[in-house]
């Protein structure tokens, strides 16, 4: 490894050498700051030194930065991702009697944040091909819930999964028809790109999470809306500031505690120097993972218009419980994402789909992710490759 020179990471190195029979983690975040130790404390100690912990100058220049990445006009960091789901309901007035259409294949931090703003979400089934909201399902829902009138159709919260944006430009033409809102759940996608053009700008409002899992993540929880709206963004600032204006001792809405702490914006401004990289690094071990599994298992998709933040790397297999109990048995963590569609989880039997969901149904039984970081190395990849291929053989 290079000498690391004080305020600079040292360049893209692996997570070290690789011994044949060490366990293999899911994710690495150590490697990762072994790789940027003296920009991430130097970022830090300015922080704890300034003592501005709240609304510190690193705020703006986070969120600044976003912005220029996602191509669009306004970033505003928040507490979190589901946060930011809350906060871009609210902003749209969206609550009691509201629907908002919802994957049931997605991680529970999306329904919640609908029920959480007073709204009721409505499960819509997956693409086979994607994993992602199936348009025609949606468009199917959003007729029947018109129809049964109890609730006012009002927004679709697109869910970006594993790190690959949603078809955004067939789920904008079914909400258009109806007037609705597309918020985009880009939780586990910033970084990614669809005809060209990165999360934060395929949707009128997006949210983006950065828990220390995802693929821009920070020292605990953190997250982030994106909007072109000026309008739009000021009023999110406000509702993450207990709903104040430049006033601060008086309330115009009723808001929220949901702002980004600066510590967490200085640890994102230190990683972003290297997002690029790592992306590339993300990018390389999906394509040595799609070279090595072709005719094993069925490949994550990789739609030709996309580009997945690889926030997980998924694949399907028959006897999928069997074969990850084989690869811990080898010392390689895998992981379910999701064992069981939202639909079928106990908070949500209020939200009782008015069809079923066999898509998600029966993904929930196949997928599996594999390990995936930017500082794995070839070595472990093809040592999970070897694993898996033999325990599917085998099972
Ligand atoms: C992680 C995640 C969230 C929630 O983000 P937090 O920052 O953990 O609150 C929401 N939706 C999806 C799809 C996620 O993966």
């Not at 993450?240 to 115009?252: F, K, L, V, Y």
């Not at 998709?301 to 074969?323: H, Q």
């Not at 639909?343 to 898509?359: D, G, K, S, T, W």
Request: glycine share 6%; with cysteine.
């Amino acid at each position: 490894m290079a000498e690391a020179q004080p305020g600079h990471a040292v360049p893209l190195a692996d997570a070290g050498e690789y011994a044949a029979d060490e366990a293999i983690a899911f994710v690495d975040i150590g490697a990762q700051y072994r790789r940027l130790k003296p920009v991430i404390d130097a970022r830090i100690e300015a922080v704890l030194e300034r003592g501005a912990f709240i609304n510190g100058p690193e705020i703006d220049e986070l969120e600044r930065a976003l912005a220029e990445r996602a191509n669009c006009a306004a970033a505003v960091g928040v507490s979190s991702g589901t946060d930011a789901l809350v906060i871009a309901l609210r902003g749209e007035s969206i609550g009691a009697g509201d629907a908002v259409f919802v994957p049931t294949f997605t991680y529970m931090a999306s329904a919640n944040a609908v029920i959480l703003a007073g709204a009721t979400p409505v499960f819509v089934d997956v693409d086979e091909q994607t994993y992602m909201l199936d348009p025609a399902d949606l468009a199917r829902r959003i007729d029947h819930v018109r129809h049964d009138r109890r609730l006012r159709p009002r927004a679709v919260m697109a869910v970006d999964l594993f790190g690959l944006p949603a078809d955004y430009p067939a789920i904008a033409a079914v909400a258009a028809r109806h007037g609705m809102t597309v918020i985009a759940d880009a939780a586990q996608s910033f970084g990614g790109r669809r005809d060209g053009r990165p999360v934060g700008s395929l949707a009128p409002i997006t949210a983006v999470s950065f828990y220390p899992s995802k693929p821009l993540a920070c020292y605990g929880d953190g997250g982030a809306l994106f909007s072109d709206d000026a309008a739009r963004a000021e009023l999110w600032r406000s509702l993450r500031t207990h709903g104040t204006g430049d006033d601060r001792m008086q309330a115009q809405r009723v808001g929220m505690n949901a702002r980004l702490d600066s510590i967490q914006a200085a640890v994102l401004l230190a990683k972003l120097t290297v997002f690029d990289d790592e992306l590339a690094a993300r990018e390389r071990l999906a394509r040595l993972y799609d070279a090595r599994l072709d005719g094993e298992v069925v490949l994550p998709p990789r739609p030709a218009n996309a580009e997945s933040a690889w926030a997980l790397y998924s694949i399907l297999t028959e006897n999928r419980d069997g074969v990850a109990a084989a690869m811990a048995a080898a010392g390689i963590t895998t992981a379910v994402y999701y064992p069981h569609p939202l639909h079928r989880q106990p908070a949500y039997r209020e939200q009782a789909p008015m069809a079923p969901l066999p898509v998600s149904e029966a993904l929930s039984r196949r997928i599996l992710s594999l390990p995936m970081h930017p500082y794995m190395g070839e070595d472990r990849a093809h040592r999970i490759c070897d694993v898996l291929i033999y325990a599917i053989r085998r099972s």
